[in-house]
Nanobody, 128 residues
Framework: VQLQAYGGGLVQAGGSLRLSCAAS????????MGWFRQAPGKEREFVAA????????KYGDSVAGRFTISRDNVKNTVYLQMNSLKPEDTAVYYC??????????????????????WGQGTLVTVSS
């Protein structure tokens, strides 16, 4: 299983970025997919997650209303559209996969230990 995250970079506050995570070696269309982030000196935190069919999505409180998660099960890719970026969004962003198929909101997990597979991370830096 391989999760390859990309799309990070340097952006000014108020700007936008779209992260992508390409998956291989797994039945992507069955997986709940999530995005997490880790800033220097801080614990890894939940950003967003989406169910296998895209019907259910969840967001961390700090990004709700600014970030949007989506997926393309044909391209085996999950996306994170980040708008109105703030300096506090600066972090390494990781995509992750949970093999359990989610049918209700409670099945879309937000804890790091619920996810079996992790990508290598992509750095997002937001300048003020």
């Amino acid at each position: 299983v391989q999760l390859q995250a990309y799309g990070g970079g340097l952006v000014q506050a108020g700007g936008s970025l779209r992260l992508s995570c390409a998956a291989s070696g797994l039945t992507f269309s069955s997986y709940t997919m999530g995005w997490f982030r880790q800033a220097p000196g801080k614990e890894r935190e939940f950003v967003a997650a989406i169910s296998w069919n895209g019907a259910i999505s969840k967001y961390g409180d700090s990004v709700a209303g600014r970030f949007t998660i989506s997926r393309d099960n044909v391209k085996n890719t999950v996306y994170l559209q980040m708008n109105s970026l703030k300096p506090e969004d600066t972090a390494v962003y990781y995509c992750a996969g949970d093999r359990r198929r989610a049918y209700v909101s409670e099945d879309v997990r937000t804890a790091t230990d619920e996810y079996m597979y992790w990508g290598q991370g992509t750095l997002v830096t937001v300048s003020s």
